[in-house]
């Protein structure tokens, strides 16, 4: 079938609207069929060897030999159809979320220069264990060298998470109780390593209420945004423990000294306005509207120079980094003894003894 010169106006209008540049050789081949199209096969004498661009150009026009003008417009029309389908559907993949395999209690994505962490334990309330240390250490070096600007974590369903899983303290292994406790506490060195070492811009999207580890991290952030239904709650003395996440040092920086001791020795659970009020939250939002103005924000955020942010966020860290790591394993040691005592293994006991609920 014969294509009409009004197929033949509209492709041309088509590939106008083209948001990719095709490359030069689609390019060549487009001005080739055009002038073949509207002028016939080319006459025009050669141009020089050092008029790069011109004898490409006449290169292209004059392959095309005696091609009939009918036919170099179906040509011509079919390749801006082709050049337009599959702009449309690589547009389609970008939007896809490129979802990580290989994680078992995460759900890790890239898209639009964000890699979202997702703690994905819905049922347990994202209570961490073992396996999800592991998995949040390796989805961090991961986002540290893939292409995103910025790295998100947050948490999938009610709640933002609920600490560390105090199942991590029954399973004992053939070394007893001390190996358990050594293991626990060089995995979990390690893994607030991976936050103070973050290499880029890390925000906290708390999508609920918050549990001792998944609080005392959101030092470490540079942005937390909350839901106001999130609540923040460190109930280390109740469990015999001792603050970690080199919230020791952050707390008292972040809120001042009086403020971090009613949450990290006596236990007080900061609602997201206390939260926001004494620093550690950068905004709240109402529940309703959390999920779609956070990532409105965060979408802008990312279309920000990625080596300027990155550039700026370990200006602003770097000054503290090793105090940062010397309080991570003060912390850390301090820890594998209280996992020790009777303090803590009855705490653990009674939560699952009696289900007796924070
Ligand atoms: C190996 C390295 C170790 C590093 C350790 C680092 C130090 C970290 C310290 C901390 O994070 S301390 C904080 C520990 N967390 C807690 O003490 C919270 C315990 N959980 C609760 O108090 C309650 O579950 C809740 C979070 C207040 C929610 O209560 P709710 O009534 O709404 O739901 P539940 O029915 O209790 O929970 C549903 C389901 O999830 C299980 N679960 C929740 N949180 C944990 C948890 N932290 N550990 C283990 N399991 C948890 C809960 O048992 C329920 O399970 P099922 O009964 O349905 O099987």
């Not at 050789?25 to 060897?49: D, H, N, V």
């Not at 389908?85 to 970008?94: A, C, H, L, P, R």
Request: one cysteine or more; hydrophobic letters at 35%.
């Amino acid at each position: 079938m014969r294509v009409s010169q009004e197929d033949f106006e509209k492709a041309k209008d088509q590939l106008k609207l083209l948001k990719e540049d095709p490359g030069n050789e689609e390019k060549l081949k487009l001005y080739a069929l055009f002038k073949q199209a509207t002028e016939g096969p080319c006459s025009s004498p050669k141009p020089g060897m050092l008029d790069f661009v011109k004898k490409a150009k006449w290169d292209a026009w004059s392959s095309l030999g005696s091609l009939s003008k009918d036919s170099a417009r179906q040509k011509y029309v079919d390749l801006v159809s082709s050049l337009v389908s599959s702009e449309s559907s690589s547009q389609v993949k970008d939007t896809t979320p490129d979802s990580k395999h290989g994680y078992e209690t995460l759900q890790v994505t890239t898209t639009d220069h964000i890699t979202k962490i997702m703690l994905n334990r819905p049922e347990k309330k994202n209570a961490i264990t073992t396996q999800m240390y592991k998995e949040i250490i390796q989805a961090l070096e991961e986002a540290a060298k893939d292409d995103s600007v910025i790295t998100v974590i947050t948490g999938n369903g009610d709640y933002y998470c609920s600490g560390n899983d105090l199942n991590n303290f029954t399973n004992i292994p053939s070394g007893g109780i001390e190996k358990m406790a050594k293991d626990g506490a060089v995995l979990l060195e390690n893994f607030v390593k991976h936050f103070i070492d973050f290499p880029k811009p890390l925000i906290a999207v708390v999508n609920g209420p918050a549990v001792g580890i998944s609080v005392t991290l959101l030092g470490l952030f540079d942005i937390v945004y909350a839901t106001d239904r999130a609540t923040f709650h460190t109930p280390f003395s109740e469990l015999g423990q001792s603050p970690e996440g080199c919230s020791s040092y952050m707390f008292p920086k972040i809120m001042g000294l009086s403020k971090a001791n009613e949450m990290l020795l006596f236990n007080k659970k900061l609602t997201a306005g206390e939260a926001y009020a004494q620093g550690l939250v950068t905004e709240v939002f109402p529940d309703r509207t959390f999920e779609k103005e956070v990532w409105i924000r965060l979408k802008a955020y990312a279309n920000l120079p990625k080596n300027s942010l990155a550039l700026s966020k370990q200006l602003i860290r770097g000054v503290e980094k090793e105090k940062l790591h010397a309080v991570n394993c003060q912390e850390c040691e301090r820890l594998r003894e209280r996992w020790l005592s009777d303090e803590c293994l009855n705490a653990v006991m009674s939560f699952f003894g009696k289900k007796s609920k924070l």
